[in-house]
Each structure stands twice: as structure tokens, then as C-alpha cells.
T-cell receptor, first 112, second 116 residues
Framework: LAKTTQPISMDSYEGQEVNITCSHNNIATNDYITWYQQFPSQGPRFIIQGYKTKVTNEVASLFIPADRKSSTLSLPRVSLSDTAVYYCLVLFGGGATNKLIFGTGTLLAVQP | DTEVTQTPKHLVMGMTNKKSLKCEQHMGHRAMYWYKQKAKKPPELMFVYSYEKLSINESVPSRFSPECPNSSLLNLHLHALQPEDSALYLC???????????????FGPGTRLTVT
């Protein structure tokens, strides 16, 4: 059964680096991992995507170890405006039988 | 324009009512999605349309009926809902279906539905 789990919440301070993990034990070789950010009363917003090793863009990095059973979203130097819920989204299966499964979500609270 | 719009923002309906949720995008995206999100829970995929044809139905009860009249519009028709169907209904669009990587999904702000 495809399933993704995340820590329920994390606390941080402005300027710190934050790492949020997502566990996806049943992931297959070609399944992709995507991360989204959601503010209250808004739809999720795309952050980053990858399926192996490391991906970096202007706002975050995504680390995926060789066994691919987990992934880590890294946010450098967070600010108050990064307080939000972060979801990993795993595309299980590929092709016509794709299963898009959101993780349980992590509420990140950034304090001054 | 990278916006997905949804109407109405809020909807209260009785269990015998018929109502519709609307979603619109003008990014030329060919895939559109409906998700249901309960409070403090992740979004759950309901339906996916690709090129205006239903591609995925995640075993959603027939009281939810999706419709994609053209490539820019997506509707969700509601009939005989139950109180447990109260949730935030999110619409999203993407360039296409995964090929093989999933395309970035652009989400609307959602419709907050309350069934009384």
C-alpha cells in the first residue's frame, strides 16, 4: 500500500536551515517526489521535484538517498513568511496507473 | 497568467440540494484535477482529466460528478451530499499527465463546502 509519512510539526527560528523529511517505503525506481507549500485558505504551491540524488533551485534543495525510501526538503535561512504546511507528493507507479499520494504534511513554525 | 480560479469561495448546501463548483485556467494546461481536503489533512485526489477526458477516478461516490466542458474549464457537480463531504475542494491544472515526471500542478484557492 503506497504511503508517505512526515513529522507532524517542526519549529525553527529566522535565519536557520530547516530540513523536513518524508518517508516513502514503497517507492519504485522511477517514482518522483515533489514538495508543495500550503498557507491557510490557499491551495498548495510547488517548491521542488526530483527522483534521485540532489536537486536545487532558488528556494530549496531536495535530497534523495540511494535507497530512495525517504527524501529531505531543505530550506536555507528560513523567514517568518515560510511558516506553512509542507507536503511531499509522491507519484507511485508511473504511466497510466499513476497514484498521486500526498504525505501527511509538516507544519513549520518559524519564530523571530 | 499562472492563476487557477475557483468559484464560489464558500458554499453551504443542504443534503437534498444540487450545486456545482467551477474551476478555470488560461495557461493552456491539458490536465486538470479535483482534490478534497479535510481540515489538517493532506489533499486527496478525486478526479483527473486529460485533454478533456476523464483519466482517473479515485473511486469517488457518484454523488460527485465531474465535467470538463473545454480545456479551460472544470466543473464538479454535487448532488445528495452528506455532512462528511464538508471540506475544501481544490482544483489544479498542469501542462499534462506525468511523462514520466509529473508536471508542476497549479492550485486554485479552493471552495470551502459545508453540507448541512
Amino acid at each position: 500500500l503506497a504511503k508517505t509519512t512526515q513529522p507532524i510539526s517542526m519549529d525553527s527560528y529566522e535565519g536557520q536551515e530547516v530540513n523536513i523529511t518524508c518517508s516513502h517505503n514503497n517507492i519504485a525506481t522511477n517514482d518522483y517526489i515533489t514538495w508543495y507549500q500550503q498557507f491557510p485558505s490557499q491551495g498548495p504551491r510547488f517548491i521542488i521535484q526530483g527522483y534521485k540524488t540532489k536537486v536545487t533551485n532558488e528556494v530549496a534543495s531536495l535530497f534523495i538517498p540511494a535507497d530512495r525510501k525517504s527524501s529531505t526538503l531543505s530550506l536555507p535561512r528560513v523567514s517568518l513568511s515560510d511558516t506553512a504546511v509542507y507536503y511531499c507528493l509522491v507519484l507511485f507507479g508511473g504511466g497510466a496507473t499513476n497514484k498521486l499520494i500526498f504525505g501527511t504534511g509538516t507544519l513549520l513554525a518559524v519564530q523571530p | 497568467d499562472t492563476e487557477v480560479t475557483q468559484t464560489p469561495k464558500h458554499l453551504v448546501m443542504g443534503m437534498t440540494n444540487k450545486k456545482s463548483l467551477k474551476c478555470e485556467q488560461h495557461m493552456g494546461h491539458r490536465a486538470m484535477y479535483w482534490y478534497k481536503q479535510k481540515a489538517k489533512k493532506p489533499p486527496e485526489l478525486m478526479f483527473v482529466y486529460s485533454y478533456e477526458k476523464l483519466s482517473i477516478n479515485e473511486s469517488v461516490p457518484s454523488r460527485f460528478s465531474p465535467e470538463c466542458p473545454n480545456s479551460s474549464l472544470l466543473n464538479l457537480h454535487l448532488h445528495a451530499l452528506q455532512p462528511e463531504d464538508s471540506a475544501l475542494y481544490l482544483c489544479a491544472s498542469s501542462q499534462g499527465l506525468p511523462d514520466p515526471a509529473p508536471y508542476e500542478q497549479y492550485f486554485g484557492p479552493g471552495t470551502r463546502l459545508t453540507v448541512t
